[in-house]
């Protein structure tokens, strides 16, 4: 069995004992994945598109160093704080698997939905 682990530098893998993304033979598994910095600054406060697209290019960085790219991604799976920031999460996923016709990922969205006010 082979086995690679991939660390970004988040100072809460240390701290916590996990990595970013491991490989296990042909298997990935990717931890999840927020919008801050390798010293834990959070990027783009208040960006919901932002944060996503830095969240997915840290996790293609991940998958580049154990040898895949985004087109081996199987699943995805997200957490809004507001289901109101959906379309800003939408464009980023899209602009990140929309060259991959067919091997776009399976994805799951949850969140809090807010009543409007």
Not at 8 to 25: I, L
Request: glycine share 8%.
């Amino acid at each position: 069995m082979t086995c690679n682990a991939v660390y970004s530098g988040s100072p809460w893998e240390a701290r916590v004992a996990y990595c970013r993304a491991k490989r296990v033979n042909d298997l990935i598994f990717v931890s999840g994945t927020v919008a801050v910095d390798s010293n834990g600054t959070p990027i783009a406060p208040g960006d919901t598109y932002l944060q996503a697209r830095y969240a997915l290019e840290k996790i293609q960085r991940a998958l580049e160093q154990l040898g895949a790219t985004l087109g081996d991604v199987v699943r995805t799976r997200t957490f809004l704080t507001s289901i109101g920031k959906f379309e800003d999460f939408a464009r980023a996923h899209r602009e990140a698997f929309a060259g991959l016709i067919r091997s776009r990922p399976a994805s799951r969205l949850g969140g809090l939905c807010r009543p409007s006010m």
